[in-house]
């Protein structure tokens, strides 16, 4: 029988390029009964194109799949830990839909781009934004950007942090819309706002942590510089911030100078509560 065996496995699960399963799997082949045959040149080569991890024999010349003989007996540790997963993370992001991070991701080269409808879980993870060196000499750190149109919520515990950098953000509501409903955000540095929308976007905070380094005090600053929920100015009249939850270091959502003196992010029928020194949480209101 010309027979070869073909590895399906999802991307991030295990790279296999210096995988030796050709010898591995001959005393399994052999236990059946079945000829082992002569590898392949080059060797086995596994592909990166499906959600499970499991062996199939396959014959070349036709494709078809032989019944499954080898349940049970790959050589595949079960879901390998991932450290990172920052190429497949971008590559998902292409498409949208779900995402549930397998590993941390460092956005070493550019910000994360979000062009189509997202659901992100954080997942435990950790999503770091490099910094980097403009063209003019000025650091940056621009994080998750939702353009016009798109739509991020992002889920579950983990974290999204930025470099120290003199522009940037960590999340930008770029004319889309995001939802933020747990998490923890932070800019290291002097960087620009922590959650920033421009345009015609729309922020909700629902919950999470967020937290600044112009705002806990470690870089020395005036009070309205930088606050850690923004607007553009230009767009103060066309973009939305409602916050319905949520804890803010050294920034109080319901009374702010973001939007000039006493701005109020809060939406109705919550309210923001100053729970330790310098740190507020937004709550429902308790009639």
């Known amino acids: 029988m010309d027979i ?3 590895m ?8 296999l390029k210096d995988y030796k399963c050709d010898s591995q799997f001959e005393s399994v082949i052999k236990t059946k009964g079945l000829e082992y045959p002569e590898a392949p040149k080059g060797g086995f080569e596994p592909t990166a194109v499906d959600t499970y991890t499991r062996p199939e024999l396959m014959v070349p010349a036709t494709g078809m799949i032989i019944p499954d003989i080898f349940m049970g007996f790959a050589p595949v540790p079960n879901k390998p830990s ?3 997963f920052t190429e497949e993370f971008l590559m998902m992001l292409d498409n949208g839909g779900d995402i549930n ?6 956005l070493t080269e550019s910000f994360a781009s979000i062009k189509k409808n997202t659901v992100l879980d954080l997942n435990g993870k950790t999503i770091t934004t490099k910094t980097r ?5 000025e650091t940056t750190a621009f994080g998750l950007v939702a353009f016009d149109g798109a739509e991020l919520v992002i889920n579950g515990d983990g974290k999204v942090i930025n470099e120290p950098a003199v522009n940037g953000n960590v999340v930008w509501a770029y ?3 995001v939802t933020i409903n ?3 955000f932070e800019n290291q540095g002097p960087c620009l706002s922590v959650i920033y929308v421009s345009k015609d976007g729309k922020l909700v905070i629902n919950g999470g942590e967020f937290k600044s380094a112009y705002n806990d005090g470690s870089i020395p600053s005036t009070k309205d510089e930088y606050p850690i929920v923004n607007k553009l100015d230009a767009d103060r009249e066309k973009c939305t911030i409602l916050i319905k939850g949520g804890k803010f270091h050294g920034f109080n959502p319901a009374d702010n100078f973001a939007e000039g003196p006493n701005t109020n992010f809060v939406a109705q029928g919550y309210e923001s509560v100053e ?5 507020w949480e937004v709550r429902p209101v308790v009639e």
């Open 4 to 6: 070869y065996i073909k």
């Open 8 to 15: 399906k496995l999802i991307m991030y699960e295990l790279n």
């Open 82 to 84: 991932v450290t990172d």
């Open 101 to 106: 991070l397998q590993g941390n991701v460092d």
């Open 133 to 137: 060196i403009s063209d003019n000499g």
């Open 175 to 177: 004319g889309g819309d």
């Open 182 to 184: 747990s998490g923890y």
């Open 275 to 279: 729970i330790e020194p310098n740190v």
